[in-house]
């Protein structure tokens, strides 16, 4: 029931969730996939959280970790820290928490303080879910506004079409075949032709390569 909450309440927020229900399927994900955070359950079955998360850090993933437990002891949440987590979060919470935590992180990995991302002209604002364009407001759909705050995160880089359907889509979400497309046509028509480049054959970027 958590995690079905958790998975509704992140995708509303903006959030592409993937949910697995132990550790095992937790480590093939992992294996298979490039996440931006985990949120582990310490209390997994088939292979504790605690031991999945040592082996990720073992192995060398820096992926962000927030755990999620009823643990609420002291030497419990020590142990979580020294294996590797980077917060921790005693169930019950509240998803808006949840959420701010998960920005917070976000903009740890990235090496970035300001809580606004910018570059040039636009401007967002993740905790409100807000777009600015020269200071001014602008109406952006939540998967227009994930797809524009891809790509306002790593300006310079190139990301593929399938990069930015990750983080469009969890497992499970049927995958429009023209979707970023679409989404690259609004952004384009309401930011300004020029901002997104278009580079062939290999992706989309906002400024220029370094």
Known sequence: MIGAAVQEGLRRAGFAVDWVRDGRAAELALAAERYGLMLLDL???????????????????AIPVLVLTARDAVSDR????DAGADDYLVKPFDLDELAARIRALARRAAGRAQTVI???????????????????????????YAVLEALLERPGAVLSRAQLEERLYGWGEEVESNAVEVHIHNLRRKLGAEL??????????????P
């Open 118 to 144: 910018e570059h040039g002209a636009p401007a967002l604002e993740p905790a409100r879910h807000e777009a600015r364009l020269r200071g001014a407001p602008i109406a952006l759909s939540a998967r227009e």
């Open 196 to 209: 997104i480049r278009n580079i062939r054959g290999v992706g989309y970027m906002i400024g220029d390569k």
């Open 78 to 81: 020590v142990k979580g820290l």
């Open 43 to 61: 209390g997994l079955p088939k292979k504790s959280g605690l031991d999945l998360l040592a082996e990720t850090r073992r192995k060398g993933d």
